[in-house]
């Protein structure tokens, strides 16, 4: 074809300009004619409106050129330009319809993943208030079999089988906090069946004193293999502050130091140690710190310190204060925790103050109280397998759900007579025609899989999600204290409690990808405490009595090797370490408030300690509930001591330790040693009584100059030191 064919040519341009066809009869007649004048004579009649194509084929056949025909007129360079662009805008109207039918491809694509093939589905909340798809099971599915009742087994892969398809599941936690009758309140606390039995374990045959051997044995032998000598035995000033520290939270007074080191016996540490272990002197302050410890355990340091908090930090340390007390065996104490139904605050029938573990925990899907019992109770961190399997501990998100599983008969309720929060148990089941509460969650490829109540260590209950049939909590806090990692975690922390490292660092991270330092120590030691009948203040004796605990932090050139930091503990020292934030606050409230009377006890003001500790320590808000607190050594922690309204009321000229002194008859080394004693927990030494001598005789006033020399040692490093 030509370049400029005279008919073609014009007829495409009326196409791409969207224009109507012209009629061209009389164009192609005059074309024909003129060829036939070239080749023969004309014919006198017409040819009646030829089709185009004859007449292009004859034209052709001729082999006429471009002056045989009677040609249109010649197209300006506009006509031409008009081409180009109405092709160009053409063109791109086909690009933009295809990128729309691409588009389209691709949403019926992901239809079709999601919707129709199998192994997919609708992806699930790990809740189960999504129907999973029908082409998320597999259509020949068997009916699982019964499972055997607490039976040790390897964890089972359950894939996608047998998943409901009914429309009307619901959320295991509403979202608004329904209220419930007090008497359905007291109904969900009646007993279910057991299936898991407790477990037998033989007393302890050791005496303490054998138990302390032991553990000196097993330290010394690492000290030894690793070539490395212990450092000096701790002053017994030293030895009374820390055990005051760690046994009380805080200082000893002047009149108890004085005491402890008036005593005329060989065995004075021990004497010591089971004064404030033994005696009813110490009870209540004993219960108050430790039950306060272990709320920061359970719930966090800023756990119950808000308003807004569904945690009643007071009741739940109320609580645990009286199990203190009563020395309770431990194993117990987190039975009850882990098992609590009833009110979190007093003023109900159905008060029940352990409830305030789980109830900031349960909401949801009550993956947090996954985590947090694991880390607790089995010093373990499951929570990153919540998302897939985690790459170094061995943690599968099977193990996660199936733990998770246990508290999914668990629910957040408001009393209705008293509005109070309230922890109950109910039935746990996702369709109606069946009552196995399973748990569904999403693998990282997006394939849909189901867990049923199992233990970490692949132990399973019935499945039945009914409460008067299995109540799983209950069963799950039995397989907790039942487990070999139970003692251990305990020991483990305790330990990390006195020492200020544990066998493993972090404490809540044991396996076998963070091996303890001392696997033998660690395995004797959990195994004489659950002998013991998970006695506490047995286990805090052991560990205050043993050599490691009694040297001194000061390091030497034979121990240099032994680096906390790097995560080479051999415990050849006392480990330097600042006092934490209950441990101060106690000890400058002592010092603030007027000196106790003889055998009454020292307790700090639950309202006060609350007030102090909300300030310095804060939630995160993240998912594993982490915690930040401003005594990092910073600005904010100078200012606070230097400053801050305890600090004041413990340097002011009425409070108890100054007070004394500058009312008091004593000599001016007298008093320069009772506030050394006081703040430190020793005397000064010459050079430090020279300089302060000296200040005393500068200063016209005494009482103030004794006040600024006060400040300035309760604002010392080595006061907030735990050496």
Not at 116 to 140: C, F, H, M, W, Y
Not at 332 to 361: D, I, K, R, W
Not at 667 to 694: G, M, N, Y
Request: proline content about 6%.
């Amino acid at each position: 074809m030509n370049d400029q064919d005279p008919i073609i040519d014009p007829l495409l341009e009326e196409l791409l300009g969207q224009q109507q066809m012209p009629d061209l009869t009389a164009r192609i007649l005059k074309a024909h004619q003129q060829r036939q004048t070239g080749s023969q004579p004309a014919k006198t009649n017409g040819h009646a409106k030829a089709p185009l194509s004859m007449v292009t084929a004859a034209t052709t056949s001729a082999g006429t050129n471009a002056a045989d025909v009677e040609l249109p007129p010649s197209k300006s360079s506009t006509a031409k330009r008009r081409l180009q662009r109405r092709r160009l805008i053409t063109s791109i109207g086909s690009l933009a319809l295809s990128l729309c039918l691409l588009v389209m491809l691709g949403g019926v694509a992901y239809y079709s993943y999601q919707y129709v093939l199998p192994g997919q589905g609708i992806p699930l909340a790990a809740d189960g208030t999504k129907t999973p798809s029908g082409g998320a099971r597999e259509n020949d599915a068997k009916v699982e079999p019964a499972p055997q009742i607490a039976s040790h087994t390897d964890p089972h892969d359950l894939g996608t089988k047998d998943l409901p398809t009914t429309p009307d599941m619901k959320p295991q936690m509403p979202i608004e906090v329904e209220a419930v009758d007090p008497k359905s309140l007291a109904k969900s606390n009646e007993p279910a069946p057991r299936f898991v039995a407790p477990r037998v374990r033989g007393s302890l045959k050791l005496s303490d004193r054998q138990v302390v051997d032991e553990i000196n044995e097993s330290i010394a032998s690492v000290w030894q293999a690793e070539n490395v000598k212990p450092s000096p035995q701790a002053t017994d000033l030293e030895f009374c502050r820390r055990t005051y520290l760690q046994l009380l939270g805080r200082i000893p007074t002047v009149d108890e130091i004085e005491h402890f080191v008036s005593q005329r016996r060989d065995n004075k540490r021990e004497w010591l140690v089971d004064q404030i272990l033994g005696t009813e002197k110490y009870q209540a302050e004993f219960a108050s710190f430790w039950s306060a410890r272990f709320a920061n355990l359970l719930v966090g340091r800023a756990g119950g310190m808000t308003n807004d908090s569904p945690i009643d930090r007071a009741a739940l340390e109320g609580y645990l204060s009286k199990a203190f007390q009563k020395n309770e065996p431990y194993n117990q104490v987190v039975q009850q925790l882990l098992t609590a139904t009833g009110t979190t605050s007093p003023g109900s029938e159905n008060f029940n103050p352990a409830t305030n573990f789980l109830v900031s925990m349960i909401d949801g899907d009550a993956k947090l109280a996954t985590a947090k019992t694991c880390s607790a109770f089995l010093g373990q961190q499951l929570q990153c397998a919540e998302c897939h399997n985690h790459p170094t501990t061995g943690w599968s998100q099977q193990q996660f759900w199936g733990l998770n599983a246990f508290f999914r008969q668990t629910k957040l309720a408001k009393e209705s007579n008293s509005g109070q929060l309230a922890i109950v148990n109910q039935d746990f089941s996702k369709t109606r025609q069946s009552d196995s509460g399973e748990v569904y969650y999403e693998q990282p490829n997006g394939l849909l899989k189901v867990a049923y109540p199992e233990f970490v260590d692949g132990t399973t209950i019935p499945r039945s999600g009914n409460v008067s049939e299995v109540d799983r909590r209950q069963e799950l806090a039995q397989l907790i204290v039942n487990s070999d990692q139970f003692p251990k975690a305990t020991v483990n922390r305790m330990w990390q409690h006195f020492f200020g490292v544990g066998f493993t660092q972090p404490v809540d991270d044991m396996g076998p990808h963070n091996p303890a330092s001392h696997p033998e120590l660690l395995d004797r030691l959990s195994e004489h405490f659950a002998e013991s009948n998970f006695d506490l203040r047995r286990l805090m004796r052991w560990i205050t009595l043993s050599q490691p605990y009694g040297l001194s932090s000061r390091q030497i050139d034979e121990n240099l090797a032994d680096n906390p930091d790097s995560g080479r503990q051999l415990f050849t020292r006392y480990y330097s370490r600042q006092m934490e934030a209950e441990q101060l606050f106690h000890s400058l409230q002592m010092l603030a408030k007027s000196s106790p009377t003889e055998g009454s006890p020292i307790i700090a003001s639950l309202d006060d300690r609350h007030s102090w500790l909300g300030q310095v320590n804060q939630k995160m808000g993240d998912d594993e509930d982490s915690e930040t607190s401003s005594l990092d050594g910073g600005i904010t922690q100078s200012l606070l001591l230097m400053n801050g309204g305890l600090m004041k009321q413990a340097t002011d000229a009425q409070a108890a330790v100054l007070k004394k002194v500058t009312a008091s008859k004593m000599s001016a080394q007298e008093k320069i040693d009772h506030l050394f004693l006081a703040a430190l927990s020793r005397r000064p030494t010459k050079k430090e009584s020279v300089a302060i001598k000296e200040i005393l005789s500068n200063r016209q006033n005494e009482t103030t100059a004794l006040q600024d020399i006060w400040w300035a040692l309760l604002n010392s490093n080595e006061f907030i030191l735990d050496h």
